[in-house]
């Protein structure tokens, strides 16, 4: 089946919404622009209404009723005005305190990366110093054991030595009792005992 034909009476309906919507939308344009008109301040009155803000952020009904009276606004406006008034000073203050706390971090962040620096260059001294004491003790250890050998060795070396001169003062005792002379009566003038020796020497 195809569309049905608008009828006349479709058509008057349809023409009677249209003309209301048009209405409809002039009455909110124009209640927008009164509103516009009824926020708009002189530049006199919002310098009156500064003033008294710098005083009493909230005044009371009777000097709201008062400010409109002076500035020719209604109590509603100036209600609302210092509503708005204390909105925008409070965001304004919200973002001075933002700005503020963002300074301090920013100075308390670059403290710490620069505090952080100090911490990892005093580490790494701390660690140099630990590694040459370290090195010295292990130094030390070192020499105290080369040291002890050095001495033990000197130690027998001396031994050594001492037995090799012990052994030549027996030699040497054994050799003089050898060449000892003799016990006979014709041997008991030492000349006579050297000149035997020198001809015995000779001889040979």
């Not at 006199?44 to 002076?70: C, D, G, V």
């Not at 505090?115 to 250890?141: W, Y």
């Not at 030549?168 to 014709?186: G, M, V």
């Amino acid at each position: 089946m195809g569309d049905p034909s608008p009828t006349p009476a479709t058509g008057k309906i349809e023409s009677s919404l249209h003309g209301m919507e048009a209405k409809g939308h002039h009455r909110k344009n124009i209640t927008k622009s009164r509103k516009r008109q009824q926020k708009r301040f002189s530049d006199e009155q919002i310098r009156s209404l500064e003033i008294m803000f710098e005083t009493e952020s909230r005044p009371e009904l009777p000097l709201k009723q008062q400010l409109a009276n002076q500035l020719g606004l209604k109590p509603r406006q100036v209600a609302i005005w210092f509503q708005n008034k204390r909105a925008r000073s409070k965001s304004r203050q919200i973002e001075g305190d933002y700005q503020l706390l963002k300074i301090n971090y920013d100075s308390l962040a670059s403290e710490f990366e620069s505090l952080k620096k100090e911490n990892q260059l005093l580490l790494s001294q701390l660690q140099m110093l630990r590694c040459m004491v370290e090195k010295k003790e292990r130094t030390q250890t070192i020499w105290l054991d080369l040291e002890g050998r050095g001495r033990n060795e000197e130690y027998q070396n001396w031994n050594s030595m001492l037995g090799t001169e012990e052994n030549s003062i027996l030699h040497l005792e054994n050799h003089n009792h050898k060449t000892d002379k003799p016990s006979s009566d014709e041997n008991d003038d030492p000349l006579r005992y050297l000149a035997d020796s020198y001809l015995t020497s000779s001889g040979n």
